[in-house]
């Protein structure tokens, strides 16, 4: 089904005139798609009507995407595959890891190749409510700027409307809901997240012990980053 997803999303981006794409895993510590990063760019490089072969063929690229996209993840992979070392780019599973461009890092031997590690980028303008969400849901965007409880709603909604309820068995629920608050009660419940809070009463001020629905959400969210809630296209 995934591989159907990444096939259409190819096909859908050749329309566009996107050319040469490669979807890649790089948590993997061997990666079929990663292997072929670099014959792919030496090839189009010389392809270029501006290359020269007289030049040096020492190759020195820029990695360029939205935050949190695996920039640094990439650099690593690329590193782990063609030069059998261990990471040398900063990763997080939060945006702004990398705040600045960092200095060359080697990521191959033959062809002598390195790359430069940059700061995500966001256009000025995202060109809708949904393209936002999914963004901030991919965590290309700091969760509080949007509000957890926000980005869990439209989580849920997402999950229901793919037909994805591995989050049914994950928090002991009966059936699917479409009930955030209810869903993220049964998940603090379950995980016992709970806080206390004073209330006001006709006869005084009490503490009682509730839900907190905002680590609920948070651990929603970061279940379905992880994978723990499957492989969702959201495109």
Do not use: W
Request: charged letters at 25%; glycine letters at 6%; a positive charge.
């Amino acid at each position: 089904m995934l591989k159907h997803s990444f096939e259409s999303k190819s096909l859908k981006l050749a329309k566009k005139g996107v050319k040469n794409v490669l979807f890649t895993d790089c948590l993997k510590q061997r990666d079929d798609s990663v292997i072929k990063v670099v014959p792919t760019v030496v090839e189009l490089i010389e392809s270029s009507p501006r290359f020269s072969r007289c030049e040096n063929t020492n190759y020195c690229l820029m990695v360029i995407g939205v935050p949190n996209v695996g920039k640094s993840s990439f650099i690593n992979s690329l590193r782990r595959t063609f030069l059998k070392k261990g990471r040398a780019s900063r990763v997080g599973g939060e945006p702004g890891i990398t705040k600045a461009v960092l200095t060359k890092i080697q990521v191959c031997g033959r062809p002598i190749m390195h790359l430069l590690d940059t700061p995500g980028v966001l256009p000025p303008k995202i060109e809708s409510v949904e393209t936002g969400m999914k963004l901030a849901l991919c965590g290309t965007i700091l969760d509080h700027l949007v509000g957890e409880d926000i980005i869990a709603d439209y989580l849920l909604y997402s999950l229901n409307r793919l037909e994805k309820f591995s989050y049914v068995e994950k928090y002991d629920l009966e059936q699917p809901s479409d009930d955030i608050h209810f869903v993220l009660k049964r998940i603090a419940v379950k995980l016992r997240k709970t806080q206390r809070v004073k209330a006001i009463t006709g006869f005084g001020n009490i503490t009682v012990t509730v839900p907190n629905y905002t680590a609920a959400a948070y651990d929603f969210i970061r279940a379905f980053r992880k994978g723990e809630l499957g492989q969702v296209m959201l495109d």
